[in-house]
């Protein structure tokens, strides 16, 4: 403690700021309790396996690349994927009506 003209200076402030670092500190312990029961990194009730978020991650990544690949072998020229996904994604319904008739051969180019 400092004193100060005879006068012991207040350590009241330090005390509320530990007090206020405790109780971070304590909030931090019990989310990563909760987050652990959970099956938070470290583990807990609902990791079984060791490895399920790996497999998740490989089984998704597959599917994409299966979709990728139809999407890249069909989806060259007039009557692919690519130019139907174009279509669609027209907001102006005269401008996507327009493009859908000359598709089905309904209008000529």
């Given amino acids: 403690m400092r004193f100060y003209n005879g006068t012991r200076a207040s350590s009241s402030r330090n005390d509320a700021a530990d007090k206020l670092v405790r109780s971070y500190i304590s909030n931090i ?3 990563r309790r909760k987050a652990e029961d ?3 990194s470290q583990g807990g009730i609902k990791s079984t396996d060791s490895n399920a978020g790996l497999t998740v991650i490989r089984d998704r990544q597959s599917r994409q690349a299966d979709a990728r690949r139809v999407f890249d072998q069909e989806g ?3 009557f692919g994927a690519r130019k139907e996904s174009w279509i669609a994604k027209q907001y102006d319904e005269e401008n996507r009506k327009a493009m859908q008739d000359r598709q089905s051969g309904k209008q000529e180019e």
Wanted: aromatic fraction near 22%.
């Fill in 38 to 40: 959970y099956g938070g």
């Fill in 29 to 31: 312990g019990k989310f």
């Fill in 76 to 78: 060259v020229g007039r």
